[in-house]
Structures are given as C-alpha cells and as structure tokens.
C-alpha cells in the first residue's frame, strides 16, 4: 500500500516530557505533511517537509525526512495535556497517481498530567 | 492557510435516505477532495471533486452512492445516497491550492445512519 506507516501506534508519556513518532513510506515523495486530529474531529495541518529538506521546526514541533531511510520523525518538545490526539502522516509520492492522500492508522498520543 | 467549513457537523439519519454534505473553502482552491473517517480507522480518499467536471473516485467508490458536485472553485457537495448503518463515519472535505502544496481539511461531518 501507499500511505505511510507510523510508529508507534500508541504512546503514553507524562506531561512536560518529549513525544517521538516516525513515519515511514515506500517509494520516492515530492514532500511529506503531519497532521493531528483530536478525538475524531477534523485534521489540523502540523507541517510539510519536502523531499529537499531535512528538518524543519514549528514551535514545539521539530519535524525530520530521511529519504535514504525513506524515513520521517516528528518530536513534540515540552509535552501538554492539549497534545493528547492522534497524528497521521501523510506522504505525496512524485510517482504520480491520485492527488488525494492516503493516511495509516496514526500514533494515538497520550500525555499523563 | 485555507479555511475550510462543512455544514452539518453531524446528522442522525435513518437508513434508506441520503444526506448531502456541504464543503467551503474561503478561497479559490484548484483540489478539493473528500474523505472517510470510518469509526476507529484512518482516513479513505472517496474522491477528487472536480470543477466543472465529474469527479474522479478511487476504487471501492462508486458516484451512484456519492454523488460529488463542484461548480465553483470553493465549493463542493457530497452526498451519501440509500444510507444504511455501515455509512456511519466522519466524512471530511479538504482543500490545496496544487497537488504538491499543503492540503488543509475542514472540521468534518459526524454521521450516524440508524
């Protein structure tokens, strides 16, 4: 299949402490975008890396795109209670094919208070 | 970013009948698309709604069941037709002004077919 696959599925850590999820895909991207969703509602667009950078910070989010490893990560520092969600990342492959993204099942995120 | 609103954000509709989903974006946007939260899953492209055009649907997606409509560059309808309990999902539009920039989603539809 051709959506990402994030890692891990579920993580709970205690509040103020970083959160570490990756990503990984199969064939070449043009650029791969995060995004969270909090308790089934809609998706909040996080970041889009492209295929061309390595990292790029937004706030307390620090994204990272491995394309030998066809890899990515996204690390929240500082950790609160509102980050409590899931996170999807969602691949855009240069292949061609549909516009649309295609989504895996997401790290569902918990922070203990 | 593009703001995007869908009306209703959640219906209760009986199974047989069909709810038409509306999606609008405060800007003009090239790609518009809508998908499927089902419960507890991720997210499924049902199609690209084109302007002017039909819309393109992905495999398992047929427009006898989701009729899409586009006539403008900012909006557009789905419609979930003879629903029955299995249509119960998060339906979602999103939006990007180019296949290869950001896509941004609006807050989504809460359907529940009795």
């Known amino acids: 299949s051709q959506q990402g696959e994030e890692d891990p599925q579920a993580l709970s850590i205690q509040e103020g402490e970083n959160a570490t999820m990756n990503c990984s895909y199969k064939?070449?991207?043009?650029?791969l975008q995060w995004y969270r969703q909090n308790s089934g509602r809609g998706l909040v667009h996080l970041i889009l890396?492209?295929?061309?950078?390595r990292e790029k910070h937004s706030g307390r989010l620090r994204v990272t795109l491995d394309t030998s490893k066809k890899s990515s990560s996204l690390l929240i520092t500082a950790s609160r209670a509102a980050d409590t969600a899931s996170y999807f990342c969602a691949p855009k492959y240069s292949g061609g094919g549909a516009d649309g993204l295609t989504f895996g099942k997401g790290t569902h995120l918990i922070i203990q208070p | 970013s593009a703001v995007i609103s869908q009306k209703p954000s959640r219906d209760i509709c009986q199974r047989g009948t069909s709810l038409t989903i509306q999606c609008q974006v405060d800007s003009q946007v090239t790609m518009m698309f809508w998908y499927r939260q089902q419960p507890g899953q991720s997210l499924t492209l049902i199609a690209t709604a084109n302007q002017g055009s039909e819309a393109t649907y992905e495999s398992g997606f047929v427009i006898d069941k989701f009729p899409i409509s586009r006539p403008n560059l900012t909006f557009s309808t789905l419609t979930v037709s003879n629903m029955s309990p299995e249509d119960s999902s998060i339906y979602l539009c999103s939006s990007g002004l180019r296949s290869y920039n950001e896509q941004f989603f609006g807050p989504g539809t809460r359907l529940t077919v009795l």
């Open positions: 890396i492209r295929s061309n950078e």
């Open positions: 064939t070449s991207i043009n650029n």
